[in-house]
Each structure stands twice: as structure tokens, then as C-alpha cells.
């Protein structure tokens, strides 16, 4: 199956800094690309939809300048969190569709001090 | 806005019983409804991908239907294991109202514990 990867898996940062986070379609070119967030026991809440040359769509009540997406090549989708806050951390999750089925990244664990 | 909702949010049974997941979204005009399973702090891993104009599929013990014009699917899983414990997420592919590609709409899952 298809295989869609993210990095970092994990990181720690402090309140202020940026942090950018990579969503990868291994195997197969993605024109859309989509990030999520989820709060614990929470289900994935759609943030944005990242399309490739083009700028991304956002979900009602995500900043914009908050949360830049940058979807640079047909396998590569970027999500930076600008000046980052507690509130902020939580896991995110891009996912990348082929075929019409949806192919999930392992997640990024953000963790802002 | 499309809906999707989940039923039950949690359910503990004993290993070997036959359960059933259920799972109801508002708007019919759906591209395809996929089930994914997810462990804690993991990714998604997809189960079952039923097209709009299918009405089930099946994978190994798990059964997932379709019935579009009642806005509903559900994921039978037969002869439950410890190792099916995890969260199973519906999530429903529908065409935006402005157009361009399709979106998901995730249900806030099942959470299942199979205990031995």
C-alpha cells in the first residue's frame, strides 16, 4: 500500500520558537495533502487542506499565520507552527489520498514548554 | 456541514464476542466512507474502503457495510482479540460545497478494549 511519512515523530520546543513538521508521500505523487490535529481522546480535527502550487485552504477558526503550509512538490507537505505555545501542543497528523483512500503519516508529537 | 457520529464512544467486552461498531453521517452525497484503526499516540491504519456505490466489504474478521440513503455504516468485527483493543475512527469523503477536492470528516471514534 501506499506509504506516507512524517518527521519529526516527536519533538520538544520552547514557548516563542517555530517548529516545522514534513509530511512525505513515499511512494506516490499527492496534489492534496491534509493536516489534522488531535487532542487527547479526541478525534482528528481537520486544520487545513495543503494543495500543491497553490496556497492551502484553511478550516474555519485555524490561523493562517499561525499554522503555514507549504506544499512545495507533489510529495512533500510542510506545516510550521509559528511562535509556538502551550496550548499548541498537541499531535499532529498529515494524510495524503491516492485512489480516493486516505493514507495516514505516523504522527507528530508536539510538545511546547 | 456534513456530521459524522459515532456509536458507542467505548466499548469493553471479553475476547471471542462479536461486535459491532456503528457509525452515521448527515449528508449521503458521499465519495467514499473509510474505517481506520488507531492505536494510542499512532497513526491511522486503514481497515476498510467502501466506494459510494458499494454496499460492503470485507477484510479477514472484519465486515464493514455501507447503506448511503440512511446515512450509516457499521464494522462488524468477528471473534474479538485483545489485540483488536484500540480506537476505530470512521471517516466519511464528501465533496465540499465550493468545490475543488474531497475532504474527510472523521466520527470522534469507538474506543474498544477486548480483554482475555
Known amino acids: 500500500g501506499a506509504v506516507v511519512s512524517q518527521h519529526p515523530s516527536r519533538v520538544i520546543c520552547k514557548s516563542g520558537t517555530s517548529v516545522k513538521i514534513e509530511c512525505r508521500s513515499l511512494?506516490?505523487?499527492?496534489?492534496?495533502m491534509f493536516w489534522y490535529r488531535q487532542f487527547p481522546k479526541q478525534s482528528l480535527m481537520l486544520m487545513a487542506t495543503?494543495?500543491?502550487?497553490?496556497?492551502?485552504?484553511?478550516e474555519q477558526g485555524v490561523e493562517k499565520d499561525k499554522f503555514l503550509i507549504n506544499h512545495a512538490s507533489l510529495t512533500l507537505s510542510t506545516l510550521t507552527v509559528t511562535s509556538a505555545h502551550p496550548e499548541d501542543s498537541s499531535f499532529y497528523i498529515c494524510?495524503?489520498?491516492?485512489?480516493?483512500?486516505?493514507?495516514f503519516g505516523p504522527g507528530t508529537r508536539l510538545t511546547v514548554t | 456541514k456534513q456530521e459524522v457520529t459515532q456509536i458507542p464512544a467505548a466499548l469493553s467486552v471479553p475476547e471471542g464476542e462479536n461486535l459491532v461498531l456503528n457509525c452515521s453521517f448527515t449528508?449521503?452525497?458521499?465519495?467514499?466512507l473509510q474505517w481506520f484503526r488507531q492505536d494510542p499516540g499512532k497513526g491511522l491504519t486503514s481497515l476498510l474502503l467502501i466506494q459510494s456505490s458499494q454496499r460492503e466489504q470485507t477484510s479477514g474478521r472484519l465486515n464493514a457495510s455501507l447503506d448511503k440513503s440512511s446515512g450509516r455504516s457499521t464494522l462488524y468485527i468477528a471473534a474479538s482479540q485483545p489485540g483488536d483493543s484500540a480506537t476505530y475512527l470512521c471517516?466519511?469523503?464528501?465533496?465540499?460545497?465550493?468545490?475543488?477536492?474531497?475532504?474527510?470528516?472523521f466520527g470522534r471514534g469507538t474506543s474498544l478494549i477486548v480483554h482475555p
Open positions: 511512494d506516490f505523487q499527492a496534489t492534496t
Open positions: 494524510s495524503a489520498p491516492r485512489a480516493g483512500e486516505q493514507y
Open positions: 449528508d449521503s452525497a458521499i465519495y467514499n
Open positions: 495543503s494543495n500543491e502550487g497553490s496556497k492551502a485552504t484553511y
Open positions: 471517516a466519511v469523503m464528501g465533496w465540499p460545497p465550493s468545490g475543488g477536492s474531497y475532504i474527510p470528516t
